[in-house]
């Protein structure tokens, strides 16, 4: 499993830095988490009975999550390396990654929610991203 607490305290401490006026320290902590994230690799399972094509788009799912939070945080580097820095703009992005804890809630949800209408017996495939 991910070290998502870590990551997101080094996120909470960047926010803190932030609003203090410590641009460059805040830019380090991103830049920082981005390489953690970019590296960590969790594992998740999804439910499914004799046909596996649907593990495959929910491997993609998820990697599209952990895409969308790595964006996420391209744009936080990229707008802390501009001259006007937008402080609400980067608090916004901070707290939407601390919230989601990196979009991986979403991608929890999402491959819960598969239910079949038939009872029959199901098996998990394990993927990781």
């Known amino acids: 499993m991910a070290d998502f607490k870590g990551m997101l305290n080094k996120l909470k401490q960047a926010q803190t830095d932030l609003n203090n006026k410590h641009r460059t320290n805040t830019l380090e902590l991103v830049c920082e988490v981005y390489e953690e994230l970019e590296q960590t690799t969790e594992r998740y399972f999804c439910n499914y009975t004799k046909d596996t094509e649907h593990v495959q788009y929910y491997e993609a799912r998820a990697n599209r999550f952990k895409n969308m939070a790595l964006a996420e945080l391209q744009d936080l580097k990229r707008e802390l390396t501009r001259q006007d820095c937008n402080v609400k ?22 491959l819960s929610q598969w239910r079949s209408k038939v009872k029959r017996d199901f098996q998990q495939a394990y993927f990781a991203v």
């Open 89 to 110: 703009r980067c608090n916004v992005l901070i707290n939407n990654l601390i919230n989601t804890k990196f979009h991986s809630k979403e991608t929890h949800e999402f």
